[in-house]
């Protein structure tokens, strides 16, 4: 047993260093998860690339925390920027960050209301205010839809297209009562984001702004009543949308339930966020300004990219770190033409 006197220090040095490089390599892979909150809670999702004005491009992203919140005050020392293995120097001021509540692009946004009878009284009065809330907060350029989950043939009905104008929105709001004796949420939902996807705009009053992201606000209790798409149909096709379009959701009605859960889902499987109301109306002023907070802290990101004009698609991968010099970074890729 000389022999293993000898070498025990050795073995137990080697068996120390296995389990250090056992962590590093499980903290690296940790580190590389794209688009979804890591262990020091927050990610990216970018959705949107744009080129039209190249060499220089345009990255919209939107950053988030564990709790769904945009990550605040990010400059150019908290990216990385990576253009087919080509790192940008920040130093060298190759790229700038900006948040999207200054600049002059817009956003959509379709508000999904429920008019269930069920929701008769202060549930559906509240929800109405919360949607005329949610209109007087946007800004000027920012357009809306309103769609109503109804007694109709589809299950939905448009009630208004995207339009920026607060007045034709709220005159059309006005009108809303709660006649339905069904609600088919996920049809009403499948409807929402086939108009997140379409590049028609609308109205004349709407076409003239460079849109950027569409968002979907969902208000109601969150119950489904026969929809032709079931629960996992649609949550396979908000997963596969090439341009996410996150699902926020005003849940009325009492917590802790299926609905409740339905709304849940929804809202995590999309990278939106969850607000169950209930019974606390009060609560409701803050829920929309936290969601219109979300909507305008994505940031932009702009750079001038160095490869020739050829027609083809270009890999960019971006990574945050958060707080400048921790040394931990999440990234996204996606690319442009």
Known sequence: MKWWNKLRPVAEELIILALVLAAVLAANIGHAAAGSAGAQGYGLKIFRVESAL??????????FDQEMNPLVNLNVLNIGVMVEGRAYDPRKKQYLIQPLKGREEATRSIL????NKALKGPDFEAMVRAAARFIDAKRPQDQVALLALD???EGYSLLSNFDREPSILGRRLADLQPRSDKTRLYDGVAAAMQ????AVGGDSSSDVD????TSIIVLGSGRDDDSAINRSDLMTRISGL???APIYCLGFGAPETKEQRNLQALAKNSFGKHYPIGGAHDTITRSIEDIQHIMQSDYVLTFRAYIPVDGGRHN???????PTGSGIMYYDTSSFE
């Not at 999904?112 to 008019?115: G, R, S, Y």
């Not at 460079?210 to 992201?213: E, F, H, K, L, N």
């Open 151 to 153: 007694n109709s043939g």
């Open 112 to 115: 999904v209301l429920d008019t």
């Open 54 to 63: 190249y060499p220089f491009v345009h990255v919209y992203m939107r950053t």
């Open 210 to 213: 460079y849109v950027v992201s």
């Open 195 to 198: 108009m997140a996807g379409s």
């Open 242 to 244: 090439k341009i996410p």
């Open 316 to 322: 960019v991968k971006i990574g945050v770190e958060y």
